[in-house]
Each structure stands twice: as structure tokens, then as C-alpha cells.
């Protein structure tokens, strides 16, 4: 019997090594992930934007500020000259957060009163916002220890803009209706021409007076349709169920969802045509999904990234919606922002379809 056994492992371990689709699934899908893994799944919080403004005319404020500056988790620092200008610039989150100092600090340090500083972040990112709280305090905290002539308190206050409590639910459930919605939308069209080959009813639907353009539409409509009802079901608990606040139009979330569905169906079409069986299919699927949310920032804020890899994000129509879907619930993002954000998934939604459709005209041909 262990003979048997064996020959059997053997025989089955040259059919695998010898298969070129083998041999990709092996190699390709681990070593792409794990590059992937490695930059993107990280509890650190580097690179980030800080507003600071400094209203303090003294050299005690200047001196905070340049530690800010200097510090290895600010890689760009945002000089803000009016109070105006911080709403707009966390709203667009251009910055994480913004430090303000008052314009009484060095002289409360000098005459040895207690002095305050206000750290305002970016609620939204709930991991990241407590983070960057915690390496601000470090950072005021060891400047106000390192010099022996400061004989005075530091109160420091953080305030979280748009999820004050930092509630998780706030964040993580609208950013799951994305992630989930993905998850449909690539699945059901990266299955549905695998299918109809597998099944065996290709050759019917190429008999039909149907052109492959007009094959491609229908299945694009019908899948985004489809994964529409789904993730208005999923916005529906969230709000009524889970009793998760939005603040923004609800029929601004549904139209870009279209959007953003027909982007990934494009890819989910693509793979489908690509692929002969199911299993090739499904394959394809489950090595450009985790890809594509690990990249959204969903996991790791963007910015944490490497810079090359932020570029490669820019490709990722995740991204993107991820920011209307997060700017809609939480702080009731307008018209005007959603379609700045939905400009990208069109582009994306016209190469990814148009790749489908071409890859399908050349597999049928």
C-alpha cells in the first residue's frame, strides 16, 4: 500500500510541475501577495501630511513646529495661515491632521503657565488617527523633557473630526459595502463566460443574431444590476439595522456605485474571457482581488505606502470608491467632490471593458 501511495504522490507532483497553469498558480499568486503584504500591512503610519498652524510669534512655538517637520512619520508639512483653512484641507484629507498652536505658547512657557496644544485629526481613519495622536504626545512630550528650562505644564488636546469617538462601526461597515460589492461584481462576471464554455452553452450564445459587443453589454448590465441590489441591501442594514449615521445623499451613493461596478466588471470580464473552466476563472479572481483591496487603503491608509506603490493605487477603482463611500456616510461629501472622485472610475470603467471586449472578440475569433 505506502508503494502505491508513493508512485501516486510522484506521479501527481510531475503533473503538477510539469503544467504550465500549475506551475504559474504556484509561483505567481504567493510571491505577488507577499510583495503586496509586505508595504501594505502595517501598523505603522508614516509619510503623512500635517497641517500646522502656529499662531505663536515666539521661538518656543517655531521650535515645536520644526520637530513636527523633522519627525520621521511627516513627510510633508502644510503651513496654514487662517483658521478657514483647515476645514477644507482635513475635509479633502489632504492632511491627516493639523496641529494648531496658540498664540500665547511661549509666553505661558516663559512665565511658567501651563501650555496648550490642539491636535486635530482625521476621524475617518480610526487606527491611523490614534497612531498619529499617540506620536504627536511623544513628540510634544519628549520637547518639553529635553529642556530643563521649561518649568511649566503641557496640556495637549486631540479631537477627532467627523467620528469624535473614534467608533469603528463608523468606518469599517462602509468600507466593507465597498470591499463586498467588489467581491460580487469580480466573482459574478469572472464566472459568467467561463460558465457558458464549461456548461457547454457558448456555442449558443454565438449562434444568436448577437454581436460581441452586444454579448458583453448584456452580461455587464445584468452583473452590475445584480451587484447593485446587493449592495443597496447592504447599505440598507447598515443604516437601519446597524444604526450607521449617513450624512450625505443616498442617490449620490447608488449612482457612483454603477460607476464603480462597471470598472470592476470590466476586469471580472476580462478574466472570464481569458479563462476556459471555472476553476481558471476562479483562479484569476482570487489573485486580483485581495491585490486590489489591499491597495485601497481599506487595510493601510495610502499614504503608508511606498511611493511607487501609491502610483500602482491610482489603477485601482477600490481606491476611489472607497473615499466616496466613506465621504458619503460619514461627513456628507457633495456633489461636486463625488464626481471630482468619479472621473477616475469612468476612465477605468471605458479601458477595463474595452480590454474585456477585445480579449472576448479575439478568444471567440
Request: proline share 4%.
Amino acid at each position: 500500500m505506502l508503494i502505491r501511495i508513493y508512485h501516486l504522490v510522484i506521479k501527481e507532483l510531475l503533473i503538477s510541475l510539469r503544467d504550465p497553469q500549475a506551475r504559474i498558480v504556484l509561483i505567481a499568486p504567493p510571491l505577488i501577495q507577499l510583495l503586496i503584504l509586505s508595504f501594505t500591512v502595517t501598523q505603522e503610519v508614516k509619510n503623512i501630511s500635517l497641517g500646522v498652524y502656529n499662531k505663536d510669534a515666539g521661538k518656543e512655538g517655531y521650535a515645536l513646529v520644526q520637530r513636527f517637520e523633522h519627525s520621521s512619520f511627516v513627510s510633508n508639512s502644510v503651513t496654514i495661515l487662517r483658521q478657514e483653512e483647515i476645514a477644507p484641507l482635513i475635509d479633502r484629507q489632504v492632511v491627516m491632521g493639523v496641529m494648531v498652536i496658540p498664540e500665547d505658547f511661549s509666553q505661558r512657557i516663559y512665565s511658567g503657565q501651563t501650555a496648550e496644544v490642539q491636535i486635530l485629526l482625521d476621524g475617518r481613519r480610526t487606527n491611523a488617527s490614534q497612531i498619529v495622536a499617540g506620536y504627536a504626545t511623544n513628540i510634544i512630550n519628549i520637547f518639553f523633557n529635553e529642556s530643563a528650562k521649561r518649568q511649566t505644564d503641557i496640556k495637549i488636546v486631540t479631537r477627532n473630526w467627523f467620528n469624535v469617538n473614534l467608533d469603528p462601526y463608523k468606518t469599517t461597515v462602509p468600507s466593507l459595502i465597498c470591499v463586498l460589492a467588489t467581491v460580487l461584481g469580480v466573482f459574478i462576471a469572472g464566472l459568467s463566460i467561463a460558465r457558458e464554455r464549461e456548461m457547454g452553452t457558448f456555442e449558443q450564445l454565438l449562434v444568436l443574431p448577437l454581436t460581441p459587443f452586444e454579448i458583453l453589454v448584456g452580461k455587464t448590465i445584468a452583473t452590475v444590476f445584480l451587484a447593485t441590489c446587493s449592495a443597496v441591501m447592504m447599505i440598507g442594514i447598515a443604516i437601519f439595522v446597524m444604526d450607521i449615521p449617513i450624512h450625505g445623499s443616498f442617490l449620490l451613493l447608488i449612482l457612483s456605485i454603477d460607476l464603480f461596478l462597471c470598472s470592476v466588471v470590466g476586469v471580472g470580464l476580462f478574466i472570464s474571457s481569458l479563462s476556459m473552466t471555472q476553476q481558471q476563472a476562479i483562479l484569476g479572481v482570487m489573485l486580483v482581488l485581495p491585490t486590489s483591496i489591499m491597495l485601497s487603503g481599506f487595510t493601510t491608509p495610502v499614504e503608508n505606502m511606498p511611493v511607487w506603490m501609491q502610483y500602482i493605487t491610482i489603477i485601482n477603482p477600490v481606491r476611489w470608491y472607497l473615499v466616496i463611500v466613506k465621504g458619503v456616510f460619514m461627513r456628507g461629501m457633495g456633489m461636486s467632490e463625488v464626481a471630482l472622485n468619479c472621473i477616475p472610475l469612468a476612465l477605468l470603467s471605458i479601458v477595463t471593458l474595452s480590454a474585456a471586449a477585445i480579449m472576448f472578440k479575439r478568444r471567440i475569433e
